[in-house]
T-cell receptor
Framework: GAVVSQHPSRVICKSGTSVKIECRSL??????MFWYRQFPKQSLMLMAT?????????EQGVEKDKFLINHASLTLSTLTVTSAHPEDSSFYIC?????????????FGPGTRLTVL | GQNIDQPTEMTATEGAIVQINCTYQ??????LFWYQQHAGEAPTFLSY????GLEEKGRFSSFLSRSKGYSYLLLKELQMKDSASYLC???????????FGTGTRLTVIP
């Protein structure tokens, strides 16, 4: 149990285009989902936290108008990278937790490798 | 604030034991996770410590000292497949986001 999927696993796009990444909890309801970005040989950096039905909370330095997050249901959150540029190339990972509030285990998706040309 | 420190790289020999340390300074600290991450893959859960002491789970054990702001991950009988990054992550009371350290890249050599 507690499987999280991401789609697509890899995407290559041209500079200026927008890319949507989906994160789904397959066998549980995720009231909270997290989006991370990881550059090569670095650790995970939290970008934003999203709760179902409400606006995402973005970490300092993350542009909310550039990285649009929608958490429309208890099993799906999407991250849209708008007007992507080469510096947005990174490994994007989502995670989901089963309970709202309080520390608990996060289940990670397999990640999406974004390359912007 | 949140500050989590780990060594960036370690090397150990197949069959040996290795200890990966993590120190933290986290306001409202609640507990500490260890994750394993192979290159290009998502992190996988190893352990979660809330109370002081050692928790053993097969070849992997994790230790926490809340008073010292210190944790370690102990890997026994190292195998080549244990070559990976090991991420230490803290949690805060009343919040469910994780604060990750830089990760320790472990290389197991024959």
């Amino acid at each position: 149990g507690a499987v999280v999927s991401q789609h697509p696993s890899r995407v290559i796009c041209k500079s200026g285009t927008s890319v949507k990444i989906e994160c789904r909890s397959l066998d549980f309801q995720a009231t909270t989902m997290f989006w991370y970005r990881q550059f090569p040989k670095q650790s995970l950096m939290l970008m934003a936290t999203s709760n179902e039905g409400s606006k995402a909370t973005y970490e300092q330095g993350v542009e909310k108008d550039k990285f649009l997050i929608n958490h429309a249901s208890l099993t799906l959150s999407t991250l849209t990278v708008t007007s992507a540029h080469p510096e947005d190339s990174s490994f994007y990972i989502c995670s989901a937790s089963r309970l709202a509030g309080g520390p608990n285990e996060q289940f990670f998706g397999p990640g999406t490798r974004l390359t912007v040309l | 604030g949140q500050n989590i420190d780990q060594p960036t790289e370690m090397t150990a020999t197949e069959g040996a034991i290795v200890q990966i340390n993590c120190t933290y300074q986290t306001s409202g600290f609640n507990g500490l996770f260890w994750y394993q991450q192979h290159a290009g893959e998502a992190p996988t859960f190893l352990s979660y410590n809330v109370l002081d002491g050692l928790e053993e789970k097969g070849r992997f054990s994790s230790f926490l000292s809340r008073s010292k702001g210190y944790s370690y991950l102990l890997l026994k009988e190292l195998q080549m497949k244990d070559s990976a990054s090991y991420l230490c992550a803290g949690t805060q009371t009343g919040a469910n986001n994780l604060f990750f350290g830089t990760g320790t890249r472990l290389t197991v050599i024959p």
